[in-house]
């Protein structure tokens, strides 16, 4: 059993910035990507950014430069720094972990990132 525990989210001002935390708990391999995507209302599932287990990284467009992903493979734990956060960036935010030898994929359950304009 895999769980993904979230915490961080919150309601900032426009340039401001937030650290998400995602915690991974369970029977994870070595060999996995941890991800952020986000939902906004009305809109698809995106992918924010995710990091590899051996630390490459990827990046949605609208976040390079503003957003950093970053883990502790010792905790299991992901982050996602975001800066300079805009009204756009509004979503509900999703940690997501994919366990490449079991080709598997599991959600957290989501935490709510408001930015006021």
């Known amino acids: 059993q895999v769980q993904l525990v979230e915490s961080g989210g919150g309601l900032v001002q426009a340039g401001g910035s937030l650290r998400l935390s995602c915690a991974a708990s369970?029977?994870?391999?070595?060999?996995?990507?941890m991800g952020w995507y986000r939902q906004a209302p009305g809109k698809q599932r995106e992918l924010v950014a995710d990091?590899?287990?051996?630390?490459?990284?990827k990046y949605a467009d609208s976040v390079k430069g503003r957003f950093t992903i970053s883990r502790d493979n010792a905790k299991n734990t992901v982050y996602l720094q975001m800066n300079s956060l805009k009204a756009e960036d509004t979503a509900v935010y999703y940690c997501?972990?994919?366990?490449?030898?079991?080709?598997?994929?599991?959600w957290g359950q989501g935490t709510q990132v408001t930015v006021s304009s």
């Open positions: 997501n972990l994919i366990l490449l030898m079991r080709g598997a994929g599991y």
């Open positions: 369970g029977s994870i391999f070595s060999s996995n990507v």
């Open positions: 990091i590899t287990s051996g630390g490459g990284t």
